[in-house]
Each structure stands twice: as C-alpha cells, then as structure tokens.
C-alpha cells in the first residue's frame, strides 16, 4: 500500500499532535498516511528542504501565524508557502488557520495558489480525512468559511509585497518613519504613502500608526 508523506508546520504542537493521530489513524482506500512534525518556521523550510533532495511530501499543512516577524525576515506560513512553491513543486499545500477574513484568505490565493485551505474552527476527523482524498485527486478544497471569503473576493488588486511587510515589522518595533529609509529601499515620501495605503486596506483611514499595527496584527501579518 502507497505512503502519502504530509508534513505540517504549526506552533503548537497539540494541534498537530491531534492532525497526526487523526490522519494516522483514518482509514484510506489506497494508501496509508505518514506525517511529521515542525512547530517552527526554519525548522519546517528545512524539513521541506531535505525531503525535496530526496522524497518530497505529498502534502504540507501550513498554518498562518508562526512567529513574528524577526529582523525584517518574514517568516509567517504565507511566507513560507511561497518557498515551499519552489523548492518543492509537487507538494500540495493546504492552510489551516484560524483567520476567516476575507483579505487574508484571498492575499495567500494570489501569492501561493494553494491546494486547499481550512479554518480551524471548521476542522474535525471527517474534515481533515476529506481534505487529504480531495487534494491528491481533485484539488482544491476549502472549508465552508474559506469557500465564502474567496466568492467575496476583494475587488481591489492591492496586496502587500515585501516593502509593505517591512513597514510593518518596523512600524511593530517602534521604528520612527524616517529612520525607515535606512531599511527599506523606498523614498521618505515613498514609505509615507505607502502607509496611507496599508491604512486603507486595512480599513483604520485617517487613524495613527498604532491602529494599523493593531489591524495588521489581528489579521495575521504581523
């Protein structure tokens, strides 16, 4: 019987304890399931690293916030979707997350293209057992909440690159707006409007830096 190999990346170790007895333990038609385990994000890139030079996973479960950002080096599971996208092509990847909105689920379409994504809320043993016969065969496969944030797709194209997240890590770590420009490669005036952008869509307008980090955070980006 074939071995589908899943790796899930989450920090706490509970919940993926609970994804590896489920999955384990379910019964397949055709295959058997062996997961292993990252609670972090440099743990689980090395993790898809070395099965990529070898046998790369099947599936890999990410969940969205890892870790805050560090030393401007972004390391959320969004972040390392996109790796993952890379150096192992023909894994699946599937979000489960506790965020439901609308921005953030449409954000990670644009920028990995998962296989699937599943709200942690929505998650059990029927669930998860689903996920994992869709995405080998017919993929994709979203959650109720997940299904209903994409079919309310943001109209807008914005979306956060690398200067953006960098804004705000160092807006997170009380860095003054004007020392930025030793950081970011964007003029003063540069960072400035684009800090009147992330107000805007993160939907705090007029209101100070504070809000936006606050907004930001709730949503998961930081």
């Known amino acids: 019987m074939n071995t589908i190999r899943i ?49 790369p996973y099947d599936i890999l479960l990410l969940d969205i916030q890892l870790a805050p950002i560090r030393e401007g080096v972004a390391c959320t599971g969004e972040d ?42 929505e998650i059990n043993e029927d669930a998860l057992k689903e996920m994992v016969e869709v995405v080998l065969t017919d993929p994709p496969y979203y959650t109720k909440k997940a299904m209903v944030a994409i079919r309310n797709k943001m109209s807008s194209d914005i979306y956060l690159d690398d200067n953006d997240k960098k804004i705000l890590y160092y807006l997170s770590i009380g860095t003054k707006t004007k020392d930025m420009i030793e950081y970011i490669s964007l003029s ?12 805007e869509i993160f939907g705090v307008g007029k209101e100070n830096d504070y809000a936006l980090i606050t907004a930001a955070r709730e949503k998961g980006f930081i």
């Open 7 to 55: 790796l899930a990346v989450d920090d706490h170790m509970m919940t993926m304890v609970g994804y590896k007895y489920i999955l384990e333990d379910a019964h397949f038609k055709d295959f058997v399931v062996q997961m292993d385990m990252a609670n972090t994000f440099e743990s689980g890139k090395a993790k898809i690293k070395e099965s990529a030079d070898a046998v």
């Open 80 to 121: 390392l979707g996109i790796i993952a996208r890379k150096i192992s092509p023909t894994s699946k990847i599937v979000f489960l997350s506790s965020f439901s909105d609308n921005y953030r689920i449409n954000s990670i379409m644009k920028t990995v293209n998962p296989e699937g994504y599943m709200v942690k809320t």
């Open 188 to 199: 003063l005036p540069g960072i400035e409007n684009r800090k009147r952008q992330l107000k």
